[in-house]
């Protein structure tokens, strides 16, 4: 066994908080985790189950309890990478923290996920800056076992490969993309708004707060919207985007985004709190009704 791979944090520098990319693959060292490693994935992972009851969505409680994952112990990658394999092709791979984007993305269109191998501390339990393998495994990884929802990460993907190469603010404009969908997204279901978005499930404070605070505009889910709308990676999100469904969210990055990339470049982005008229303005915990000021 290699020897355990260093945990790679942001670099905190007088002028605020650093991210550090790596970009190595490295084997998961599950017999180096702690007991206190495994701990601290039973207390996230319990804690995270109670609290998801009745507000994560169907597919995602569905997909990790299809997953074999427990609390009683850290997976295995290689354990989930046959039940994920056999689903949808999909496996995962020990990462030390975060990849450049272009490395980010070209994982993700061949079907690989890169997850971080170290758990963060227990006196992090209830916060952690950057991805921790709680955040990748037990967020990101169940809905790679829906059909649709992994077609859509492995488009994403690619539409990434394409944006990095037609420049910044195309990538800008995909990245808010993926943060209002795979990171923070919602979805409608008939017995009302649910979760789906692995930055939100995997935090005990925004699971609440992003379906039952007053505080964050809730809007049906709009392309060009969300690539227009900034957001901040500190905070709790202002504004949550909401589909209809996985399937909604795969047609809506079928097409070719280069004339939606040249029709951006000449709009000013949102900020984050903001709603346009036009909106589909959801009321907090709604499943059916909606409201907008152009409705009739
Ligand atoms: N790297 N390991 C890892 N995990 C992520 O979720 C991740 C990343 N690099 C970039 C990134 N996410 C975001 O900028 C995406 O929008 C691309
Ligand atoms: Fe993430």
């Known amino acids: ?54 507000r994560a969505s169907d597919e995602f409680i569905q997909a990790q309890d299809a997953m074999g994952m427990t609390p009683d112990r850290i997976p295995r990658f290689a354990d989930l990478n046959e039940v994920l394999r056999d689903a949808t092709g999909w496996t995962l791979i020990g990462v030390e923290g975060l990849l450049p984007e272009l490395d980010f993305f070209d994982h993700l269109a061949n079907r690989r996920f890169p997850v971080t191998w170290w758990i963060r501390r227990p006196d992090q339990v209830d916060y952690i800056e950057e991805p ?10 169940p809905l790679l076992m829906n059909p649709v929802f992994a077609d859509y ?12 190469g037609i420049g910044p603010e195309a990538l800008q404009n995909l990245t808010r993309l993926y943060w209002y969908t795979v990171e923070f997204g919602l979805i409608r279901q008939k017995d009302g708004l649910r979760i789906y978005g692995s930055g939100i499930v995997s935090s005990k404070g925004e699971s609440l707060h992003s379906l039952e605070s007053a505080a964050p505009n809730r ?29 909604q969210l795969m047609d809506a990055t079928r097409p070719d985004f280069t004339p939606i990339y040249a ?19 959801y009321q907090r915990g709604s499943g059916e009704g909606w409201a907008s000021d152009g409705d009739v």
């Not at 990460?153 to 990095?164: D, N, P």
């Open 1 to 54: 066994m290699s020897a355990t791979p260093r945990r790679v944090e942001n670099l905190h520098t007088d002028k605020g908080k650093v991210p550090v990319y790596a970009t190595g693959i490295v084997e998961q060292p599950w017999d180096d985790y702690s007991a206190d490693d495994h701990a601290t994935w039973a207390t996230l992972y319990a804690r995270q189950r109670e609290v998801l009851a009745g």
């Open 219 to 247: 809007i049906g889910f709009d392309l060009e919207r969300i690539m227009r709308t900034r957001y901040r990676i500190d905070t709790y999100q202002k504004t949550y985007f909401v589909i209809d469904s996985f399937e």
């Open 263 to 281: 029709r951006l470049a000449r709009q000013d982005s949102i900020p984050a709190g903001t709603v346009l008229d036009g909106d589909k303005v």
């Open 153 to 164: 990460m492995e488009a994403y993907g690619r539409g990434g490969v394409k944006a990095h």
């Open 132 to 141: 921790d393998l709680f955040h990748d495994l037990f967020g990101h990884v």
